[in-house]
């Protein structure tokens, strides 16, 4: 099969995978190599499917030994198949990078024969860049859950982050649908990960920027383990597993294996599936509001459990979780924007985690007045009601009243993945 038509098929079949992003990781241009990486996330190409980056993303393979029922390169699928070698992506990633058409690489792939045999291929693409080619490029690289310690160590050498995607929510809900996948190997996995990178940052930056290894043996010289860390992908939507439970574990992640991301991908149906799957995809406003609550609990100090209930155990789709949490604990409600104190202020709805910052440093010259929170850019037809500024005193009176959450659910309102990315900036959230 032609190089071309491989890179049709497989670069189709990686677009189901979110978890690319490129932040965090710096590397500088050498003598005698090609490229750098800067710690600004890249995003400025399109994928078939209409997303948004700046990386050549493709499966080495789509061939798999197993068979979970969501992906549609199970192995029971009658999909069109297709294997690159490591050096066929090797000369592609070269190539696209002269050409400027991507700033790196991000490389996942089916399981063929076992996770080590699948892993070591995937190592051989990145070792092959790094040392043959001197590239000094973003690379990210799909570790399988299963693979050895050896090779998890070889690839967080050569790469800039690694993920292993934990798929599903619950081993009853991976048990259903991808049989052959254990939650315990994937977290495991996770741990050796986070055990490398906890492991290079007590020994300190390697010295040489690019190391010479003899076959997979574990190294003492000190060197930087995957400097953009480790993420991770959900799908949401093919159980019926709820937010709460996705919220639970998403939180325990962040705080046992330090992962910089949690990607949330809405299950997405397709022709002839198998009938445990559901028909119909659920709505992307879920996988929104799932991002919003993530942004919440890293950035806000919010805690998974206070973002449902057992009532409600699945986030409102009606109103963002900062505001429905807003308005289920009115009675801490208004802060004084004067005198609260940092966490707080954080939860005022309409007023981000960097407006914060800026407040806490302009009070201390004088009081703040709604003018200079509009200044501040400030949401206050959100805010207003939950805070007390110098001249302005709500009491609370309107945040009882029947009427006050119905002004939120009739507000006409624009819910996009642009604005949220807008409201994160300007601090709305």
Request: with cysteine; aromatic share 8%.
């Amino acid at each position: 099969m032609e190089v071309a038509r491989k890179l049709e098929i497989l670069a189709d079949a990686a677009k189901y995978d979110a978890s690319c992003a490129s932040s965090g990781a710096v590397r500088k241009a050498v003598p005698g190599g090609l490229g750098n990486s800067t710690g600004i996330g890249i995003c400025h190409s399109y994928t078939p499917d209409g997303r948004c980056v700046s990386l050549l993303k493709i499966l080495l393979t789509n061939y798999c030994v197993y068979d979970c029922v969501f992906c549609v390169n199970r192995i029971s699928s009658d999909t069109p198949r297709a294997r690159f070698t490591a050096q066929e992506v090797i000369s592609l990633t070269l190539e696209f990078y002269r050409r400027n058409y991507i700033e790196g690489l991000f490389l996942s792939s089916g399981i063929i024969q076992s996770p080590d045999y699948t892993m070591e291929h995937l190592v051989a693409v990145a070792r092959g860049l790094r040392q043959e080619h001197k590239f000094n490029g973003y690379i990210h690289l799909k570790v399988i859950p299963g693979a050895s310690p050896e090779l998890i160590q070889a690839a967080g050498v050569w790469a800039d982050r690694l993920s292993a995607n934990v798929e599903l929510p619950t081993q009853m809900d991976l048990s259903k649908l991808a049989p052959e996948k254990k939650l315990v190997t994937i977290r495991n996995t996770m741990g050796a990960i986070k055990s490398c990178v906890d492991e290079s940052k007590e020994q300190g930056p390697r010295a040489e920027p690019f190391g010479l290894r003899s076959g997979f043996k574990r190294s003492t010289a000190p060197r930087t383990f995957a400097p953009a860390g480790q993420s991770t992908q959900m799908v949401v939507g093919a159980t019926p597993t709820n937010d709460a439970t996705i919220l639970s574990l998403a939180s325990d992640l962040y705080g046992q294996h330090k992962l910089r991301r949690i990607y949330y991908s809405a299950f997405s149906p397709f022709p002839e599936a198998d009938p445990r799957l559901p028909l119909q995809a659920p709505p992307l406003l879920r996988e929104h509001r799932l991002y919003q609550a993530d942004w919440l609990m890293r950035y806000y100090g919010f805690e998974a459990r206070e973002l449902t209930t057992a009532a409600q155990p699945d986030l409102d789709l009606k109103l963002d979780p900062k505001l429905s949490w807003a308005l289920r604990n009115r009675h801490r409600f208004p802060v004084d924007i004067n005198r609260g104190t940092r966490e707080e202020l954080l939860r005022i709805p309409g007023i981000g985690y960097r407006t914060v910052a800026r407040i806490l440093s302009i009070r201390r010259y004088h009081r703040l007045r709604l003018e200079d929170l509009r200044k501040l850019r400030v949401f206050l037809q959100r805010a207003k009601a939950f805070l007390c500024a110098a001249d302005h005193q709500p009491g609370t009176m309107l945040l009882d009243s029947a009427s006050f959450e119905r002004k939120f659910l009739d507000a006409p309102r624009q819910l996009t993945l642009f604005g949220a990315g807008v409201a994160a900036l300007t601090g709305e959230l």
